[in-house]
């Protein structure tokens, strides 16, 4: 609240996101790594083939891609100490994996060092799929197998809200979406659910760093227990 009170700008945003890196042997140490808003995603006119345009703009989504920068900032900060550039007392985030192979290094985050999540709503998609007026209390689902409920989900081209995947929908390619087919964006639920099997480091970084793992995710209202349950790790 106090951010917005005072400016109309960032008073238009719905959905607030940011991550958190904790130290487990410095609590002093930690610190906000990113601060993000929105609820909007490109339509396909308006897609880049150069990467010059943000496909996905949803805070968490934004949050997370400032994750990924700033572990990729880290992995550089190794390769200069190791390689001489920087002292060796530098601090950094990022150390090999030892033993782990004679042919390939790989690095991963130092054990110590915890990311963590905050939205201020439940993430879109199903998530988000449950009544208001259901008890706030409940913790098991009553009805799992509501056909609306476990069901991949995209965004809205330009929007805001998600709508069910069809089955027989096919690969969406460049060509179709010129062609005025809907741009397909997974749902942030489907993607914190994709992140907590593969990590939140993204395919580039995968190729040098373990997987990375969000250690919380907070929610700070409008959320049901029992459908957030689904994307726990």
């Known amino acids: 609240m106090t951010l917005t009170n005072n400016n ?35 339509s396909g006119e308006r897609l880049s083939i150069t990467g010059q345009c943000l496909n996905d703009c949803h805070a968490e989504i934004v949050s997370r891609r400032s994750l990924v920068h700033f572990l990729l900032a880290q992995v550089e900060l190794y390769r200069a100490i190791i390689s ?21 290094q790989l690095l991963k985050v130092k054990d110590r060092y915890k990311f963590h999540l905050y939205i201020n709503t439940a993430p879109c998609g199903d998530a988000r799929i449950f009544s208001p007026h259901e008890e706030k209390a409940q913790v098991a689902d009553p009805h799992p197998n509501r056909p609306s409920r476990g069901l991949l989900r995209t965004k809205i081209e330009a929007g805001e809200g998600t709508i069910p995947i069809k089955v027989i929908e096919s690969v969406q390619t460049w060509d179709g979406v010129m062609r005025g087919e809907r741009l397909r ?10 992140w907590n099997v593969l990590g939140v480091q993204g395919a580039m970084l995968s190729h040098y760093l373990m997987p990375v793992y969000l250690e919380s995710i907070v929610l700070g209202s409008l959320f049901n227990a029992s459908h957030m349950y689904r994307y726990q790790p």
């Open 8 to 42: 109309s700008t960032i008073a238009k945003g719905k959905v607030l996101a940011g991550i958190v890196v904790t130290d487990d042997e410095d609590s002093d140490a930690t610190f906000i790594l990113s601060v993000s808003t929105g609820t909007k995603c490109v």
């Open 84 to 104: 001489g550039e920087l002292p060796p007392d530098t601090p950094c985030m990022i150390e090999q994996v030892p033993n782990y192979s004679e042919f390939r």
């Open 185 to 194: 964006t997974m749902s942030c639920s489907d993607k914190l659910a994709r």
